[in-house]
């Protein structure tokens, strides 16, 4: 079974920025791969960013592409999102999400390939 923790939320102005934090455990990390992903009050769970397994492969929504970068250390089996220029429409609660059916270069950013999620953590962005 995989464990992944969530930090590194808090509440933050419009036009700052956050570095989440997910560490995983209870299975080798490079076997997984991971995504970010958001949901905000009243609306669907969506996600932000995903990275391969290898780290070589990356996806973004449009709506954070050229603000969000994802990246993951296989060494500290930890995972981060570096949320920069942030807006009030990204307030949300965000979860890490790993899965473990993917291949080494595989990235996606749909919901059904993650097998394990966190507990989630909040994002609040003040205008």
């Known amino acids: 079974q995989v464990q992944l923790v969530e930090s590194g939320g808090g509440l933050v102005q419009a036009g700052g920025s956050l570095r989440l934090s997910c560490a995983a455990s209870?299975?080798?990390?490079?076997?997984?791969?991971m995504g970010w992903f958001r949901q905000a009050p009243g609306k669907e769970r969506e996600c932000v960013a995903a990275i391969s397994r290898s780290g070589a492969s990356t996806y973004y929504a449009d709506s954070v592409k050229d603000r969000f970068t994802v990246s993951r250390d296989n060494n500290k089996n930890t995972v981060y999102l570096q949320m920069n220029y942030l807006k009030p429409e990204d307030t949300a609660v965000y979860y890490c999400?790993?899965?473990?059916?993917?291949?080494?270069?595989?990235?996606?950013?749909?919901?059904?390939?993650?097998?394990?999620w966190g507990p989630g953590t909040q994002v609040t962005v003040s205008s």
């Open positions: 209870g299975r080798t990390f490079t076997s997984l791969g």
């Open positions: 999400a790993a899965g473990g059916r993917l291949g080494w270069m595989e990235v996606t950013g749909r919901e059904r390939p993650y097998d394990y």
